[in-house]
T-cell receptor, first 114, second 112 residues
Framework: NAGVMQNPRHLVRRRGQEARLRCSPMKGHSHVYWYRQLPEEGLKFMVYLQKENIIDESGMPKERFSAEFPKEGPSILRIQQVVRGDSAAYFC????????????FGPGTRLTVT | DAKTTQPPSMDCAEGRAANLPCNHSTISGNEYVYWYRQIHSQGPQYIIHGLKNNETNEMASLIITEDRKSSTLILPHATLRDTAVYYCIVSYSGGSNYKLTFGKGTLLTVNP
């Protein structure tokens, strides 16, 4: 049973470019969460999605960041016009539902903005 | 607002039990205690969780005090690969439990 998959694992973008991070949840999981880990800091919640719905995006920066989880295909975290401060590790997690379920994390995408 | 308190670092000898404490004195009745770990910048790995009873799985044991204000994660036979940052997280079991709040955790170093 494959775990949570994220790609790319490493992404380098110049300032002003767009970054697209993809996450495929574990089989049977319909709940996806994105977290960001800035250098030397802890993980911070960004957004929670179910298929075709954004449930909570309270942790997302107000501008340039968006997320989706379409009916078919992976969840996408999109960062427009990246700046150096966006350099971080972005982790995706999934769970089979709400309640006292554990979240399973992917290996992360390390974004470097030059 | 930190809900848990953990020591910043601990050492353990390989093969010995590692006992990681966590204080969560403000925990409410419907909040679970979760433990995750992060090995050197990898994705966090779920270890175990519990509400009020002690729990055990293939990775670890979780001991929760009767008043639920603290808990201890036990790795019975620590190996070098258990060197990681361990996070104790208190999470509500209801509709908003998805926001895992990671504090600074405890850096466990297992020494040969």
């Amino acid at each position: 049973n494959a775990g949570v998959m994220q790609n790319p694992r490493h992404l380098v973008r110049r300032r002003g470019q767009e970054a697209r991070l993809r996450c495929s949840p574990m089989k049977g999981h319909s709940h996806v969460y994105w977290y960001r880990q800035l250098p030397e800091e802890g993980l911070k919640f960004m957004v929670y999605l179910q298929k075709e719905n954004i449930i909570d995006e309270s942790g997302m920066p107000k501008e340039r960041f968006s997320a989706e989880f379409p009916k078919e295909g992976p969840s996408i975290l999109r960062i427009q016009q990246v700046v150096r401060g966006d350099s971080a590790a972005y982790f995706c997690a999934s769970s089979p539902g709400l309640g006292p379920y554990e979240q399973y994390f992917g290996p992360g995408t390390r974004l470097t903005v030059t | 607002d930190a809900k848990t308190t953990q020591p910043p670092s601990m050492d353990c000898a390989e093969g010995r039990a590692a006992n990681l404490p966590c204080n969560h004195s403000t925990i409410s009745g419907n909040e679970y205690v979760y433990w995750y770990r992060q090995i050197h910048s990898q994705g966090p790995q779920y270890i175990i969780h519990g509400l009020k009873n002690n729990e055990t799985n293939e990775m670890a044991s979780l001991i929760i005090t009767e008043d639920r204000k603290s808990s201890t994660l036990i790795l019975p036979h620590a190996t070098l690969r258990d060197t990681a940052v361990y996070y104790c997280i208190v999470s509500y079991s209801g509709g908003s439990n998805y926001k895992l709040t990671f504090g600074k955790g405890t850096l466990l170093t297992v020494n040969p």
